[in-house]
Structure formats: structure tokens, C-alpha cells
């Protein structure tokens, strides 16, 4: 990343400034299960993450660009709200636009459909998980498809910078815990470090190689086909490297974060806690995707948030 767009900050946090089917069917993201609800934090590192009171499912992968596509061939044929950035045609994206306002189409580009989308905002990822959660609902961006459902996204809560997960959430933006945990945790017990957190996200204590992670020792300088090097204990893909993930953990003003894991043109102390960035909400970057998380089962927090009504029904 340029210097330029960067501020570092105390313990190690930077900062990142504001910077092919066309067919809309409907996609199926491969998760994983985080269990081990419950566990402690990490605190020795780069603050206080990874603590996950529940179990959860998490993208195996970051979100594709025929993921993405989908959604966009879903709502986005006027773009009210600017869900493709035209970046996404270059040489680091993976999505081409055709035809006019109203009547917009959206293609993958050959031979770079299963990288990571890049380019996108939190604000597009929160709106992606609302058609998730909204199961995936075509017909334009309105409040029954991308502006409520997980994240109500009204004009003042997105300037202020203050949105969060409503209660009932199933599908969501992977939050700096959940995304902690999945990329760094393994219980001692079972077969983890000590501590129970390793310090790459490759289940290691030791930097991955060129060949076990997309980053700059990988020499390719670019995004790559998600899943391309070994799964972590959990069974998450490209934790190190490739694109950086979208939090949707509000530390304070305009910011979402941190944002752990390093990208392609990383070296390998940005993928361990030690570094970490913070991201405008509204920012746009090639370095920068998104992994979905869902919890466990169809509306299980459903029943939790709900009490005994659902899971009454539910016992019948
Ligand atoms: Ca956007
Ligand atoms: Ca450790
Ligand atoms: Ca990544």
C-alpha cells in the first residue's frame, strides 16, 4: 500500500485513508463452523481479540467476485448506491458493467471469477449481507433487499458511522473477534500453541512461504483464486493474505477494524496481530474484501434473541 495512504498509529495499527454469467442465481457461500464458544482472548499482542461468546459459522473464503456479481446482477441494475466501483474492471478487480442506469449487467472477468471482490466499501458489504440475509431477493436496492435486515442503513447512521448488527442477525460482516478467532485460535488441547492462538494465520507459529499464502513472497502482486494455498485449523482459506477483510467492529470515528491477516503485497509481520489496519466505513481499496459470517443452523440466534417462543416451537 502507498505511504501516502497510510498513518501509523500506536501499537502497531495503521490507518487506511478514504481513499461470468450475468444471470442472478442464487449463490451458496461455503462456511465453516467456529466452535469452542466461550473462549478467551488474546491480549499480549495488539490489544484484546478473538473472544467469541458463541459458536458461528465463517466463510471459507473471502467473498468471490461471482458472489458478487450475483448480488449485483440482483439489485444493482440502477445502482443507487454505488455497489460497483469501475476499479473493479482493472487490473487488480474482476468485474465488468455494460449497459446504461436501469438497465445495468454485470460479468466476471475470465479467468479471475473465484478471486476475492476488492474495491467494495463497508457500506457495500453491509449491504451485501442484507440480500443475504433477506435471502438474496432481486428486484433493486430498497429497504426489503439491501437497506435493512441485518445493518438498517439510513442516511444519518452511515455518516455517523454507527451502525451495527441487528438482533435476530443471521448472516452478517465477519466482526474483528470472529475473524480473530478463526484465523488465529487452535486449543492447546487440540494440537494448538500453548497459548492457543498461533501467531500467522496459516495455524502457525512459523510465516507461511511464498507457496503457502498469498503475500508478497508469493511474488504474484495481485489478488489470487480464493483457495489457492492450505486451510487453516478451521478451515478458512486466505486468512493470510490475498485481500484484507472488512470488520464490521466500530472502534471509533469514521473507522471499521482493525482488520487483521495482511494482503498480497504484505510481508509477513502483516499477517500476525502484531499489525493491523483500520479502514474507513466509506473506503474503496484494492487490498481490501470481505468474509461473510452466519451463526450456526437456520435462525439460531433467532431463538436465542427470541427466547422460548421460537425455540418452543421449535421443540415440537
Ligand atoms: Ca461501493
Ligand atoms: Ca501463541
Ligand atoms: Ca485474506
Given amino acids: 500500500m502507498s505511504a501516502t495512504n497510510f498513518v501509523r498509529l500506536a501499537a502497531a495499527v495503521a490507518v487506511i ?3 461470468c454469467a450475468a444471470a442472478s442465481a442464487s449463490i451458496t457461500i461455503p462456511m465453516v463452523a467456529v466452535g469452542n464458544a466461550g473462549n478467551l482472548p488474546e491480549t499480549t499482542i495488539n490489544g484484546s481479540f478473538g473472544a467469541v461468546a458463541y459458536n458461528y459459522n465463517i466463510g471459507a473464503t473471502e467473498v468471490t467476485n461471482t458472489q458478487y456479481v450475483a448480488f449485483l446482477n440482483s439489485v444493482a441494475a440502477t445502482d443507487t448506491f454505488a ?8 487490473s487488480f478487480g474482476g468485474i465488468t458493467r455494460s449497459g446504461s442506469s436501469g438497465s445495468y449487467s454485470y460479468a466476471t472477468v475470465s479467468g479471475r471469477e473465484n478471486n476475492p471482490v476488492n474495491y467494495v466499501s463497508f457500506w457495500d458489504a453491509a449491504r451485501f449481507a442484507n440480500w ?7 428486484g433493486g436496492q430498497n429497504n426489503g433487499t439491501t437497506e435493512d435486515g441485518v445493518y438498517t442503513l439510513t442516511s444519518g447512521g452511515i455518516a455517523a458511522n454507527t451502525v451495527t448488527r441487528n438482533a435476530g442477525w443471521q448472516w452478517a460482516v465477519s466482526n474483528s473477534n470472529e475473524w480473530y478467532k478463526a484465523a488465529y485460535y487452535q486449543p492447546a488441547a487440540q494440537g494448538g500453541d500453548g497459548d492457543n492462538y498461533w501467531m500467522y494465520p496459516t495455524s502457525s507459529n512459523t510465516a507461511p512461504t511464498g507457496t503457502q499464502a498469498n503475500y508478497l513472497p508469493s511474488g504474484i502482486g495481485n489478488t489470487t ?5 492450505a486451510a487453516n485449523y478451521y478451515g478458512c482459506y486466505d486468512m493470510a493474505g490475498n485481500v484484507y477483510e472488512l470488520s464490521d467492529t466500530i472502534p471509533a470515528g469514521p473507522f471499521r477494524g482493525l482488520l ?6 504484505n510481508i509477513a509481520g502483516w499477517l500476525t496481530p502484531a499489525n493491523a489496519i483500520l479502514t474507513i466505513a466509506s473506503s474503496e481499496r484494492e487490498q481490501i474484501g470481505f468474509r461473510m459470517v452466519s451463526v450456526p443452523g437456520p435462525g439460531s440466534l433467532g431463538v436465542l434473541v427470541l427466547g422460548g417462543l421460537i425455540a418452543g416451537r421449535r421443540r415440537r
Fill in 260 to 265: 487483521f491477516g495482511g494482503a498480497y503485497d
Fill in 132 to 138: 443475504m440475509q433477506n435471502g438474496q431477493p432481486a
Fill in 225 to 229: 483464486a480464493v483457495a489457492s494455498y
Fill in 83 to 90: 455497489l460497483y466501483n469501475t476499479s473493479m474492471a482493472g
Fill in 17 to 19: 485513508a478514504g481513499s
